[in-house]
């Protein structure tokens, strides 16, 4: 019996027959894990820099770390929508379509890095300054950003190799790839910081290394173990037709990237700007908003991982026409995103010194309050960030890219960026931060009514 069970599991995938909750487990976990790892990189960071260097290392980080989240936008259009439209391939049984979207994927990040790194070498002090660096941050800005820079063929690679991976059926294999990384910088960072007394370049040299890891895993499995195989011929023939549909699934990940660039863009030169005007200074400012929004990458990655493993399995019934097993991942992974962003709301509202004080105590007058409230204000809605995340999972991995795209810019870039312009010539810097709240709440309004009538019309299919 068992080797007859054994026989049909390789026959049909587990996607279409397995147990929905048991599914979400084998791939949340992982991708969770995955998420928290990536999320890591920058915390660990954050933590090191601020007891080694000071205020000013921590914000340098944040001013570079629009750099980072252009590479991510990369990395996610094309792994994320890549990820999405292999599963929906596999799932109509089409195989060697799938691998062909893993080699367009694959070289089209490739070149496309090659790319941003010639150009973020070359306009790198002007983009920091556009960034909101200053002449005290410059120097610690410079150091970071520039390695950031020079490894984004590494970082573009790490994001859409992590996601194909887990359609591929390996989601353990991507996340221990992506821990394995996290517990080399985790070593590495603090001998480089500490003990070669390289303090902001050392933790961008540590990433570096971590992340060089990481690609030499996926690159191993891809070569050798997967299902989809990277090869010489599929490499050099990549399909347009294949790039353009997978571009097009992925662009709702990639705009929330981008939008949340030109966010930190603007809420850097308005923290500058308003926080010179108050107590606090301007760096500093930036400094306890970089903290929080770091804080805030905690919850929201978990919640990501939850919505990346649900994405598979919703891709793959929904190609598989089995209307019933879409219905109740989506739900399954509401219901836990849900528990997870309560968790991060309360300990945002009543641990917030304790969790600040991690990252040094800040010797700007006023810090250790303004970055209080920052958390408590700026985080009062992110209760509602996991119904938001799956919801827009779910629209990416049932192929609808137009709501996907319009939902993930809902709350960052139609919303917030302009309050964040209009509420400070009211409220002053605390206009910033109310901002937040305003913005998540009202877009977890708007993504409740696209919801209803996309519920109402897969209860029509499922009956």
Not at 232 to 255: E, T
Not at 296 to 303: A, Q
Not at 402 to 426: C, E, G, N, T, Y
């Amino acid at each position: 019996m068992a080797a007859a069970v054994k026989v049909s599991s390789e026959e049909r995938n587990i996607l279409g027959f397995w147990p929905i909750k048991e599914l979400l487990k084998m791939f949340a976990w992982p991708a969770i894990i995955s998420m928290l790892a990536s999320s890591l990189y920058n915390i660990i960071d954050q933590i090191f820099i601020g007891h080694a260097v000071g205020y000013l290392g921590i914000a340098a980080t944040t001013i570079a770390f629009p750099l980072v989240t252009i590479v991510m936008s990369l990395g996610s259009l094309l792994g994320v929508g890549g990820s999405a439209f292999a599963a929906i391939k596999l799932g109509e049984g089409r195989t060697k379509e799938a691998e062909q979207i893993l080699n367009t994927v694959a070289v089209t990040a490739f070149s496309v890095s090659l790319l941003l790194v010639v150009l973020g070498n070359i306009f790198l002090e002007p983009i920091l300054t556009l960034f909101g660096a200053t002449a005290a941050t410059m120097p610690y800005s410079k150091q970071f950003a520039g390695v950031m820079v020079c490894i984004i063929p590494l970082t573009t690679h790490l994001i859409a190799m992590a996601n194909l991976a887990r359609t591929d059926g390996s989601p353990r294999l991507s996340m221990r790839a992506l821990v394995g990384g996290v517990l080399i910088n985790v070593v590495l960072a603090p001998l480089f910081i500490f003990v070669f007394h390289w303090g902001v370049l050392g933790a961008a040299l540590a990433t570096a290394c971590a992340q060089a890891f990481s690609c030499g895993v996926f690159l191993w499995y891809f070569t050798t173990r997967s299902k989809m195989r990277l090869n010489k011929y599929a490499l050099l023939h990549p399909s347009l037709p294949l790039l353009r549909r997978a571009v097009a699934i992925g662009a709702s990940s990639c705009l929330v990237q981008l939008s949340a660039t030109i966010l930190q863009v603007v809420m850097n030169n308005s923290l500058l700007f308003y926080g010179n005007l108050a107590v606090i200074g301007g760096d500093a400012a930036i400094v306890a908003m970089g903290i929080v929004m770091k804080v805030n990458m905690v919850f929201i990655s978990i919640c990501i991982g939850i919505g990346i493993g649900a994405q598979p399995i919703i891709g793959f019934n929904r190609g598989a026409q089995q209307y019933d097993r879409v219905l109740a991942t989506y739900k399954l992974a509401v219901k836990y995103a849900i528990i997870i962003t309560c968790i991060g709301w309360s300990c945002c509202m009543f641990l917030p010194r304790p969790i600040l004080q991690l990252f040094g105590s800040g010797s700007a007058p006023g810090f250790l309050g303004f970055a209080t409230d920052c958390m408590r204000w700026f985080l009062g809605g992110v209760f509602t960030a996991g119904f938001q995340i799956i919801s827009t999972s779910y629209f990416q991995a049932t192929g609808q890219p137009l709501k996907a795209s319009i939902l993930s810019l809902m709350r960052q870039f139609v919303l917030l960026i302009p309050l964040m312009l209009i509420l400070p010539l009211h409220f002053g810097l605390y206009g910033i931060i109310y901002a937040g709240l305003v913005a998540d709440l009202v877009s977890a309004t708007v993504i409740f009514l696209f919801m209803r009538q996309e519920m109402k019309r897969l209860h029509t299919l499922v009956a």
